[in-house]
């Protein structure tokens, strides 16, 4: 499974921003000579830097409410960060402006020769695919003539994919389908009962953990086996090429230190996020982080099997033993992202009870 969608860093130390700030001025087409005129007067594409965290109020409080109410997440953080960061001048990107009003905007990141669009949201009450696609323009314009640039990734959840797809794949990028899914746990709590639910359902059975294998709660210990876990069960998969921290080890262990260390997807849950051994050996033949994005909501950022050790149970035994604990601490639901082109994982998560609530694109571009 991939990296959370979200990427806001918790601090800039290791990203940077571009140099000084520029003015640049783009229209939004619209149907009809008079529509377009109107729209060339009355739509401007702006320096996301030319403008204060005060400016951008409206936009922000528009955005928590999308995260809280569609994405099933708390945004507070993320939304006083990305404040910060504009009164201090420490964000590249673009505002979209209607009638002199902010009414979108995009940002980015850069890290080392790699670039990462971080956002894209414009009002919900607004004709938001248009202007979407004016803000990626200049963007994506913006990271390409970059000197130097091998790489950009970007996961918009805002969007559904079909919405920018066209826009990225006339620059080159590849694309790719994602799910946000959902789990109700309340078939998980001890003394739950379902109507009419089958003795054999999953949600009715024990959780039993294969024999050879013993469960312990995630520690500091355990991360440096857990980013091997990640590098050699993903560093070939289908999701290091929408991330690619997972093609190399040391990539695999800032993923693991964002996870667990420093809230990248949310704060960890000591409770819910395990680790399977495996007896004979010692080795960690599973890893399960799990994190809090709003009350009663938890999420899994990352989920991983050792390959000689898939197709036993284990990762299903290790969800079942988190999703139970979740329930019992009050936990209403556990959410999940992931690539729809990996059906397998697609499957298995909706055989436990997950269903899809969203779907958007993750994009990603290579240098040639």
Not at 205 to 234: I, M, N
């Amino acid at each position: 499974m991939g990296r959370l969608l979200r990427y806001i860093p918790a601090k800039l130390d290791h990203v940077r921003t571009l140099g000084a700030a520029g003015l640049v001025m783009g229209s939004l087409s619209l149907p009809g000579r008079r529509e377009r005129e109107h729209a060339v007067l009355a739509s401007e594409v702006i320096d996301i830097r030319q403008f204060t965290a005060r400016d951008f109020e409206p936009l922000l409080e528009a955005e928590s409410r999308i995260w809280r109410e569609t994405l099933r997440w708390d945004y507070t953080t993320s939304r006083r960060l990305i404040s910060s960061w504009l009164d201090e001048k420490r964000l590249s990107g673009y505002a979209f402006l209607r009638d002199g009003q902010i009414t979108g905007y995009s940002f980015f990141f850069y890290e080392a020769e790699k670039a990462l669009i971080a956002d894209l949201f414009v009002m919900p009450e607004e004709e938001q695919v248009g202007p979407a696609r004016v803000l990626l323009e200049h963007v994506i314009e913006t990271l390409l003539a970059t000197p130097g640039l091998r790489r950009v990734e970007t996961q918009l959840p805002h969007f559904t994919f079909e919405e920018l797809e066209p826009c990225f794949r006339a620059h080159g990028f590849a694309g790719f389908l994602r799910r946000f899914m959902a789990l109700s746990l309340a078939t998980r709590r001890p003394d739950s009962a379902v109507p009419g639910q089958e003795a054999g359902h999953p949600t009715s059975q024990a959780v039993s953990v294969p024999g050879d294998f013993c469960v312990e709660p995630w520690e500091r210990k355990h991360d440096p086996p857990a980013a091997a876990l990640l590098y050699s069960t993903y560093g070939q998969h289908l999701d290091s090429r929408i991330n690619d921290q997972y093609t190399s080890l040391a990539g695999a262990t800032r993923l693991i230190e964002s996870i667990v260390h420093q809230r990248g997807c949310g704060q960890l849950l000591p409770q819910g996020s395990l680790v399977a051994l495996h007896r004979p050996t010692r080795k960690l033949a599973a890893a399960l982080a799990i994190t809090a994005v709003r009350p009663q909501t938890a999420h899994i950022p990352q989920v991983a099997v050792a390959r000689e050790f898939q197709r036993v149970g284990l990762g299903t035994a290790l969800m079942e033993t988190s999703f139970r604990e979740l329930a019992r601490l009050g936990h209403e639901e556990v959410s999940l992202a992931v690539t729809d082109l990996n059906a397998g994982a697609v499957r298995l998560y909706q055989r436990l009870g997950f269903e899809t609530f969203r779907t958007f694109g993750a994009f990603a571009w290579e240098g040639r």
